[in-house]
């Protein structure tokens, strides 16, 4: 990979890796239960460190007049585009379960990039709101600072482009594989040690990349597709953690969990692409810098592994004493 191509991925990760976990999402989440056809009585029902009501903005529908705890909309009921200012910044998304008197819900997933929902006076349900699964799932990868540095320690590691196909393309079927294992209940890791497995999965890859730097071999430096499907295995279920945390109802969740998949992919794939492209533009460009330089990215791929392992093995180890 070109030098100049590194450094510019180097400065990137380095600014956001020191507050990098393992695909977690600050999710706040909102409930609207119907207590009369236009009335619905609203509240925070979770969120993490900072009180959702004091970060976030709503921004009603324009028929609608909401109090303290009851929203009042017209005779159209809670109709139009609900808004949620200041989503992506304290809290990477927020969800709204809309629950209708007859019992019926919908779950809403709003993020950064789409913090606007249509809202409709029933449960009927809408094609056009499902698509809020793909964004989210695009953000929950793009977010997932440890996995795109996986990912890249297997771009540093892989050679050859078929083989990259292979190896890519195991790591989505196992990942996809623990993501729908996970969000239908089948099993379920628990945060903490799930955590320190994935940061080990990218320290795994530092060593590789010295031998590959050395010209020297190894199981992982021959077969990296089968090292990429074993540890996919494990950020599969912390991909699941995003999606989980919705709250989703047995009917939503194979079109939200296949939506939200395809997110993650699209989020994944186009990181890859952008790295051979730029690489292949660099390339072109010959740049020429010290070997010290060029190789920073291994390093970086190695230290911030070392550095999460350590970090999360101690977070483990706080919460069994």
């Known amino acids: 990979m070109n030098s100049l191509l590194r450094i510019l991925l180097l400065a990137a990760l380095m ?9 977690e999402m600050s999710m706040a989440e909102m ?7 236009t009335e619905f009585q609203w509240r925070w029902t979770a969120s993490g460190n900072r009180p959702a009501s ?14 303290t705890e009851v929203v009042r909309c017209g005779s159209a009921g809670l109709s139009g585009k609900l808004t949620i200012k200041g989503v992506g910044k304290a809290y990477s998304a927020a969800m709204v379960k809309v629950i209708w008197l007859d019992g019926q819900s919908r779950v809403y997933a709003l993020t950064g990039s789409q913090p606007s ?23 929950h ?13 297997l771009l540093l590691i892989v050679r050859d482009r078929w083989m990259l196909v292979k190896t890519v393309t195991a790591f989505t079927v196992a ?12 099993a379920k890791v628990a945060a903490a040690p799930l955590n320190a497995a994935i940061a080990l999965s990218i320290l795994f890859l530092g060593p590789e990349i010295v031998r590959r730097w050395r010209g020297e071999t190894s199981f992982t430096i021959r077969h ?5 499907f074993a540890f ?12 989980a945390q919705l709250g989703l109802s047995e009917a939503q969740i194979p079109l939200a969990l296949l939506l939200f998949n395809v997110g993650v992919e699209i989020g994944q794939l186009a990181f890859v692409i952008g790295i051979l492209l730029l690489e292949r533009s660099f390339r072109l460009l010959e740049f020429h810098w010290p070997k010290l330089v060029e190789r920073l990215p291994g390093y970086l791929v190695g230290t911030l592994g070392a550095y999460w392992t350590i970090q999360r093995v101690a977070i483990l180890l706080r919460g069994v004493t």
């Open 54 to 67: 004091e970060v976030l903005k709503l921004v009603w529908p324009e028929d609608c007049r909401a109090e």
């Open 31 to 37: 409930e609207l239960r119907q207590i009369s056809p």
């Open 175 to 186: 990942h996809s594989i623990t993501l729908a294992v996970a969000t239908f209940g089948v």
């Open 15 to 23: 600014l956001t890796g020191a507050r990098a976990t393992a695909h």
């Open 224 to 228: 990296p597709w089968v090292v990429a």
């Open 232 to 243: 996919g295995l494990l950020h599969g279920f912390g991909f699941a953690s995003g999606l």
């Open 141 to 153: 990868i793009l977010l997932g600072v440890d996995h795109l540095l996986f990912v890249l320690g």
């Open 117 to 139: 929902v249509r809202l409709h006076a029933s449960a009927d349900e809408n094609p056009s709101g499902a698509w809020s699964y793909l964004y989210l799932g695009i953000e």
